[in-house]
């Protein structure tokens, strides 16, 4: 709750009324008395008496009832008519903002006065703002820093409108056309819906959703504000916005995550929630500093994108015999990893919709739990009351599940813990970050698990990438060259037909437009146990495992380039060329 020097809460309608300066002690006293003499309320006493009119005891009214709520003076739905009463310059000189009218009265929040002189000082703003503006002044004292803070983010709505027409003009990608589909917001909202601010963030939240984004950055600069979208994996720049709308941007962004919104120095988390088209969509966003100002950094949460199966994952069938046959063993661990992004929780989620709902108990440990499922118990993590992974493990265990998907391995104990599930008679299903599948087993270890454990209870892991899939709006085929040829290891003189995308409307240009994975399966034989045991390197394992038939993350990239599913470009892009046998 914003703290004036009047606070507002403590004081009743009368009260509030002398202490803006709108009647005087004596006529509080006289109106006390007819309220008495007459049996009626104090404000139609102070009407009756013409000490204020109707308007102006309902504008006091509200304004008492908005400072009591809103947690910054930046946040104060100022009147648009009366911030042109003060030119910037003036708020800025003399530590003033213009808040409402009440009829002839305009109210000012002012930086309070510190001594007996300077109150003499305030007097004389006052009487300088009335001479400005040709009305009578109602002044409410704040803190000079609340002032600071509130001036750029006030004065900046006033200027929104021209400057996202300008943002619209200089991007051009959202400029033809208004997204209105974010039809609601789950949050808290003080705002007039149609405030341009308000309206631009809308805009900005409804491009991403239609857009298929997965994240969405705002991006300070020096002199700017970029507006980027995370499309198929790779960073879009669609908007540029001008400095001084950056403030009350993330101020928007932030009051919908319900943060502080004061606090520009701590990182802060957070989400909220918008329907489109009739789906909920949630919004992960974490806010840090960085030198130009704050980053944001949102997540989209599909619940739609979870009820895709193993196979429009993009595996192969004979990867999905494999899989499907160590998903539904009775117990062990299958590991699935990758970095950030790469779409490990996909897998997870389709994994356990492989599972059969009816007839096991399935938990899961998440954090942040991001897909509701229905027939899944899910447990999120809150390490500030001390629900850890680990802590939570230990509980479930009790609660006799028969599968168990754990967010992430994050460190010795909750491996641990995963080990003893998986050896007491659960399935466990998990995530890891590495970069292979066979440096995942040297992980494990290194985090202090002895190599017995993690051979007698590793079933398999799973390693995996996104590449773009060709765009089918502007796919064409076309005759490989020498070089394309002898990366995918074909022939040189023999005919090879790839695809790749030409550039549209549909995929921006690029060529490309949704995502395919590309994996990479360790089968946990009875010869990686024993290598397991005697401490053998990743690189012997690897050997021993494509011997075996296992195919590597390049593999499987070069084997859906070879089926036009990706392109050769996309492949070397995520995966690289991979080092060459001396």
């Known amino acids: 709750m914003l703290q004036t020097t009047e606070n507002p809460n403590k004081d009743k309608i009368g009260e509030w009324l002398v202490n803006l300066g709108m009647i005087t002690r004596r006529q509080l006293t006289v109106s006390q008395d007819v309220r008495e003499q ?16 109707e308007e102006e005891l309902t504008g006091a009214a509200r304004l008492q009832e908005i400072l009591g709520s809103i947690p910054a003076l930046a946040e104060f739905p100022v009147e648009e008519d009366v911030l042109p009463l003060i030119p910037e310059a003036v708020a800025k000189q003399k530590h003033i903002i213009p808040l409402m009218r009440l009829g002839e009265r305009l109210v000012i929040a002012y930086g309070r006065a510190t001594d007996a002189y300077q109150r003499d000082y305030d007097v004389k703003l006052l009487d300088q703002v009335s001479h400005l503006t040709g009305l009578m ?76 984004a997965s994240d969405l950055h705002l991006e300070p600069y020096e002199k700017k504000l970029d507006v980027r979208l995370r499309m198929d994996g790779v960073l879009q720049t669609i908007m540029t916005l001008p400095k001084q709308v950056e403030s009350a941007v993330i101020s928007r962004v932030k009051i919908l995550c319900d943060m502080n919104i004061a606090e520009r120095r701590r990182p802060q988390d957070g989400r909220f929630s918008v329907r489109h088209q009739g789906q909920k969509i949630d919004f992960r966003v974490a806010v840090i500093a960085v030198h130009w100002g704050e980053k944001v950094v949102m997540r989209l949460l599909r619940p739609k994108t979870i009820s895709l199966g193993l196979e429009a994952l993009g595996f192969d069938k004979e990867d999905l015999v494999k899989l499907e046959r ?168 023999a005919p090879l037909t790839l695809a790749r995308g030409k550039g549209c409307e549909a995929c921006n240009e690029t060529g490309h437009k949704g995502q395919l994975g590309v994996f990479e399966i360790l089968e946990v034989t009875r010869t990686i146990k024993e290598m397991i045991n005697r401490g053998e390197t990743a690189i012997a394992m690897l050997d021993a495992a494509q011997k075996n038939g296992m195919l590597t993350l390049l593999d499987d990239g070069k084997r859906k380039a070879l089926r036009r599913m990706t392109s050769v470009q996309e492949v070397i892009r995520v995966l690289g060329r991979g080092l060459k046998d001396e």
Do not use: W
Request: hydrophobic fraction near 40%; glycine fraction near 8%; include cysteine.
């Open 38 to 53: 007459n049996q009626v309320s104090l404000e139609v006493a102070l009407i009756d008496q013409r000490f204020v009119t």
């Open 137 to 212: 002044v109602v002044g409410v004292g704040f803190s000079r820093e609340d002032i600071a803070t509130g001036l750029e983010p006030i004065y900046g709505r006033r200027k929104a409108s021209a400057l996202v027409d300008q943002a619209m003009r200089i991007s051009g990608t959202m400029g033809e056309t208004k997204v209105k589909s974010v039809q609601s917001i789950d949050a808290s909202d003080n705002e007039d819906g149609d405030a341009p601010i308000v309206d631009l963030v809308n805009q900005i939240l409804g491009k991403a959703i239609e857009s298929g």
């Open 326 to 493: 160590y998903i539904n063993a009775p117990n062990g661990i299958l590991l699935v990893t990758g970095p950030t992004g790469s779409g490990k929780t996909s897998t997870l989620y389709a994994s356990l919709a492989a599972m059969d709902k009816n007839s096991d108990s399935i938990v899961t440990i998440e954090d942040p739990v991001e897909f509701p499922v229905e027939g899944i118990s899910q447990i999120q993590a809150n390490h500030k009351i001390g629900l850890t992974f680990a802590a939570a493990l230990r509980t479930i265990l009790r609660l006799d599940p028969d599968t168990i998907m754990l967010g992430e391995i994050r460190d010795k104990e909750t491996g641990e813990i995963a080990i003893e599930a998986a050896l007491t008679g659960h399935m466990v299903l998990s995530t890891l970050h590495t970069n292979s599948t066979v440096e995942t087993v040297g992980r494990l270890i290194d985090m202090g698990i002895p190599p017995y454990m993690v051979s007698a209870t590793l079933l398999c892991v799973v390693a995996q990438r996104l590449v773009r899939k060709v765009c089918k709006g502007c796919t064409e085929e076309y005759e490989a060259d020498a070089e394309e040829k002898e990366f995918l290891g074909q022939p040189l003189e």
